[in-house]
């Protein structure tokens, strides 16, 4: 099975971690391990920065958006080919969204559509990453920044290069990274999120937050630390037809933890994610940062891999090969016509490709008209969300080339 979608983070040693931490539950709560994890992540970041932990990506905004004591109605601008997680926070703080249209070499938001979309009501804008890659018109943002003196998000869930960021200094005083550290983000410990920043008044006001927030239940921890092992026993078994039976049983008898839940799925934020983040989580995370270079290295040279091959494809920007050729991207973006029949073809072969996204707000089961988005208003980002496939990152060269192949023979 090889699988753009599914753990795609998870090795022998991350497992077998979790799989220990199950009989050690006076460790799940609370521990020194979360301080641990705090040091290791930020020793990625220069400038004396400064962290707090959540058990979710999105409840790390909702406690950005939360703090900020904007007046109802205020606007958060976002781009267009996101994902509920960015959306629903912003509607749980009586927010309203502003979707701005993207560009198609780093997919990520588009300045002149943003410009025409700026209002005097705008007070945050969420800047994405879209699959680790830097936004190709970064600094103009940032001047539209400046000029209207928004609080600067960047949302780095998808990932970063450290390179890239080891050079980095804020260029805003008003500004922070969002990080998400889910199971299909480059840190993954199932659950958590983080928000680093060089504010001192802005994590201030974090940190009161992250204080008071309550942890999740013994309950909650021991499903999240069985998906490690019961997912790599799944992935490693699933071509002997085990894995698919392991696979519908987990599901039916609901013994992990849904990324999404029920009533996020319905358009609605789930207070129930806004919990502190477990010490339990942070042992895994500091095993992930422990290894994350050499991850980070492993999708670069599949990266550049799949940059290297001339896929047949639609409408793909030649210098779009050649800016992510050598980023460590968590997914490889990949345009074609007929992406139905080729996901169809493709999972024939136990090969799972991804659709990143295949909604301008993912995922496809969610309302857009309850999230605010108007159809016809990112034109782009809904071209985009029609043709694009996602090829894993964090495989081995072996691997990449039957993902390849399987492309070829699927068209």
Sequence with gaps: MISTDFAPNESLADAWLSFKLLFQPWRWQKG??????????????????????????????????????????????????TCEAVILPIFANQLKPVYVDIEKQTYSMNPIDLEKKITSKAKVLILQHSFGMMPIHRDRIFSLVKKHHLLLIEDIAHGYSKKLISNFKFQISNSLFLMSFGRS????????????????????????????????????????????????????????????????????????????????????????????YPNALAILINQQLARFEQVQQNRARISAFYSNFQFPVSKLVSSHQQLIS?????????????????????????????????????????NLEKVG???????????????????????????????????????
């Excluded at 974090?206 to 092992?229: C, D, G, H, T, V």
């Excluded at 990143?356 to 089961?365: G, I, L, M, N």
């Excluded at 090829?391 to 492309?407: G, Q, Y």
Aim: proline share 4%.
């Design 326 to 366: 050598n980023l460590p991207l968590l997914r490889y973006p990949v345009l074609v016509n007929n992406r139905d029949l080729i996901l169809k073809k493709a999972a024939k072969n136990n090969i799972f490709l991804g659709k990143w996204y295949d909604q301008v707000v993912a995922p496809k089961s969610l």
């Design 32 to 81: 020194k391990e979360i301080e641990q994890a705090k040091k290791n992540l930020l020793k990625q970041f220069p400038n004396q920065f400064l962290i707090s932990f959540f058990l979710t990506g999105r409840a790390a905004l909702n406690t950005i958006l939360k703090s900020l004591n904007l007046a109802k109605g205020s606007e958060v601008i976002v781009q267009a080919f």
């Design 185 to 276: 983000k480059a840190l993954s410990s199932v659950f958590g999120g983080a928000i680093i920043t060089n504010n001192q008044a802005l994590i201030n006001k974090l940190s009161n937050q992250e204080a008071l927030l309550p942890l999740p239940s013994m309950f909650f921890i021991f499903r999240l630390l069985l998906y490690k092992p019961i997912s790599l026993l799944i992935k490693s078994t699933y071509d002997l037809y085990i894995g698919k039976m392991l696979h519908k049983f987990v599901n039916w008898f609901n013994l992990l933890v849904p990324e999404i839940t029920l009533k996020e799925k319905a358009g609605e934020y789930d207070q129930i994610l806004n919990k502190a």
């Design 373 to 411: 988005y108007k159809q016809g208003s990112c034109t782009v980002a809904e071209e985009v969300c029609k043709k694009i496939i996602n090829l894993p990152t964090n495989i081995s060269l072996r691997e990449a080339k039957i993902c390849v192949l399987s492309f070829l023979r699927s068209r």
